[in-house]
């Protein structure tokens, strides 16, 4: 298993404090089943400034810390950016890190609304090659509400990772309900952890993944793991559209019928 959002690295977000808890983190992440996490520590979200160069170095710290440990677990490079004014901008002056290299980018958007101006920055991400993945949309009050606007969003051209605990319950019942309503809509992509701690929030991934194919069918756990293998390969994601075992909305029915 991959997880594509994780705050492992020691000390530089409200994730991992130190080595001794990456090393933790790591630890239970192989007991979880996974074999490769991208470190993802949040960027420009009003706490925390975690330029890429630094991340990227720290990261390939964390992997072969592991390595001589004799940890199995393959730590890559990332960034969980909050949705700000001259992100394009920062991309182009080499301050931010796509998942891995890929194309894709995690981005955070505020937990009450969606900005104004999530359409154009999508269409200069497009621009610059770039395909936003939307972290833990089922947190976000506004899609709460309406999930048509994430719709919206994936229907030009962004994909949605839920997360193992909102899932699970850990983020309370409204939480829980969105997550599975977001995932039945065919509107998730990617499952990840989100872990920041062996305590609170750790990874829950495998237990996630063992609801999934209960609730939703093994075929739902296939899809969101291969399109987390996907990421990381930097291939095109699979698209819920046109997939016989996600549900497509009505809203999504419509929209298919105006775009050629
Ligand atoms: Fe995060």
Known sequence: MIDIHTHILPGIDDGASDWE?????????????????IATPHH???????????????AERVDKRLNEEGIPLRVLHGQEIRIHDGLPEAWERGELLSLSGSRYMLIELPSSHIPKSMG???????????????????RNSAIARDPRLLEELVMRGAFAQVTSHSLLGGFGRGVERTAWTLCRSGLIHIVSSDAHDTNRRGFKLKEAYQVIGKRLGES??????????????????ELTRGESHVKSTSFSRFLRRLIP
């Not at 400034?49 to 630094?54: G, I, K, Q, Y």
């Not at 920055?121 to 993945?133: K, N, S």
């Not at 899809?223 to 990381?232: E, F, L």
């Open 220 to 237: 739902y756990v296939d899809y969101y793991q291969s399109n987390a293998s996907r990421i990381v390969s930097d291939s095109p994601l």
């Open 120 to 138: 154009e920055l999508m269409h200069e991400l497009a621009v610059l090659g770039l395909v936003p993945i939307i972290a833990h949309p089922e």
């Open 44 to 58: 420009a979200n009003g706490k925390y400034l975690n330029a890429a160069h630094e991340v990227k170095q720290l």
């Open 21 to 37: 808890e990456t090393l933790r983190l790591a630890n239970a992440a192989v007991e979880d089943g996974i074999t490769a996490v």
